[in-house]
């Protein structure tokens, strides 16, 4: 065992690589001339998120709005939660969330768009949101010719 001092299970981050890593990647972004919006899923840490908006990144990707949350009373102030929200209590929180930072999130249903659109009804700030295309893998998201029907009932 390389480490007999720790106890697993244990996160160890080897900084230097780490932050090779970050560098190389934000790099990669500008010399394409592309945005890049890094999803958390892989450290799920803050510091690390603030990190790599310091480096170039518009914003961060995070899965949950929880972890928006968490990333948003760290600092972090562009967040895509990159799965749809459902729900009054998720959608509430949405609001409440995207008073504070740049909120982004996607949708896939009319039922999706339409809660999304009650929820932000009256708000000065508009809420950026994605229409999750089905794309052919037969995965997730809607098909073509329901997109436009979406961009309907988001855009109201």
């Known amino acids: 065992m390389l480490w007999p001092e720790l106890d697993t299970p244990a996160l160890r981050i ?3 690589k780490m ?5 190389e990647m934000a790099a990669a972004a500008r010399s394409r001339g ?6 958390t899923k892989t450290h799920k840490m ?7 908006v310091g480096l170039g990144a518009v914003g961060i990707t995070v899965a949950k709005l929880g ?3 968490v990333m948003a ?20 929180r949405l609001r409440e969330l995207a008073r504070e ?5 996607i949708v896939e249903s009319a039922e999706g768009a339409q809660g999304l659109s009650e929820a932000m009804s009256g708000e000065a700030k508009a809420l950026d949101v994605l229409i999750d295309l089905e794309v052919g893998y037969g995965r997730v998201g809607v098909a073509g010719e329901r997109a436009g029907m979406l961009a309907e009932l ?3």
């Not at 932050?19 to 560098?23: A, D, G, S």
């Not at 592309?34 to 999803?39: F, N, S, T």
């Not at 803050?46 to 790599?52: D, S, T, V």
Request: aromatic share 4%.
């Open 14 to 16: 080897d900084l230097d």
């Open 19 to 23: 932050e090779r890593n970050l560098e």
């Open 34 to 39: 592309v945005q890049m919006r890094p999803h």
């Open 46 to 52: 803050p510091e690390i998120a603030r990190r790599q």
């Open 67 to 69: 972890e928006a949350e």
């Open 73 to 92: 009373r760290a600092g972090l102030r562009d967040i895509f939660v990159c799965y749809p929200l459902v729900g009054e209590t998720k959608l509430r």
């Open 101 to 105: 930072v740049n909120m982004m999130t």
């Open 154 to 156: 988001v855009d109201s």
